[in-house]
């Protein structure tokens, strides 16, 4: 069975600090997709970011990162420079390559800014 | 700036009673997705669509639960009878999916439907 795992219910940051979402990952197929989205209060899903698992380079875009390391299964997310508005739940997902589109879902991340 | 639309946004219903919650999906998206999410379980899957035919129910009650795609912009859930353990957050969510290069697969989610039953 595919599996994410997000062992951090809770995460505190400093604002302009960065801060490290963990997520490890379990599957057999060889071919898959990692993403993070964001959840804030208001309840709509955001996509942040996309790793393939045959991308070479850890994927990036604008303050998100994703620490790809794929002999761990993990795929953590990186955020540079918190702000308050990032203040939310965080979730990592995976796609594979044989069912793409499903995703599959850790149970998140909360993340508080604080100034 | 295209976006998944669900409706209602919210719903409050009395146990028994029938539910329905619509979603369009972005225009051209091929693959269609029905998520719960409660406090509990977090986010299932419910039921998802490609190109109009059902491709995975399994985690639908089915029973009471029942989707369908009448239509390329038009997807449906039903609850009849509706119980309070059926109260969450549905998600539609739509992607286009096509498995070649660079296709990430990504999904586009609406804003949800928060159903309380009582």
């Known amino acids: 069975a595919q599996k994410i795992t997000q062992t951090q219910p809770g995460m505190f940051v400093q604002e302009k600090e960065a801060v490290t979402l963990d997520c490890t990952y379990d599957?057999?197929?060889?071919?898959?997709?990692l993403f993070w989205y964001k959840q804030p209060s208001s309840g709509e899903m955001i996509f942040l970011i996309y790793?393939?698992?045959?991308?070479?380079q850890n994927a990036t875009e604008g303050r998100y990162s994703l620490n790809f390391q794929k002999a761990r299964k993990s795929a953590n997310l990186v955020i540079s420079a918190s702000q308050l508005g990032d203040s939310a739940m965080y979730f990592c997902a995976m796609s594979l390559g044989s069912t793409l589109g499903r995703l599959y879902f850790g149970r998140g991340t909360q993340l508080t800014v604080w100034p | 700036d295209a976006r998944v639309t669900q409706t209602p946004r919210d719903k409050v219903t009395e146990m028994g009673q029938e539910v329905t919650m619509r979603c369009q999906p972005i225009?051209?998206?091929?693959?269609v997705f029905w998520y719960r999410q409660t406090m509990m379980q977090g986010l299932e899957l419910l039921a998802y669509f490609r190109n109009r035919a059902p491709l995975d129910d399994s985690g639908m009650p089915k029973d009471r639960f029942s989707a369908e795609m009448p239509d390329a912009t038009l997807a449906t859930l039903k609850i009849q009878p509706s119980e309070p353990r059926d109260s969450a957050v549905y998600f539609c969510?739509?992607?286009?999916?096509?498995?070649?290069?660079?296709?990430?697969?990504?999904?586009?989610f609406g804003e949800g439907s928060r159903l309380t039953v009582l």
């Open positions: 969510a739509s992607g286009l999916v096509t498995g070649g290069a660079g296709n990430t697969g990504e999904l586009f």
């Open positions: 225009l051209g998206h091929n693959t």
């Open positions: 790793q393939g698992s045959y991308d070479q």
């Open positions: 599957t057999s197929d060889p071919s898959y997709g």
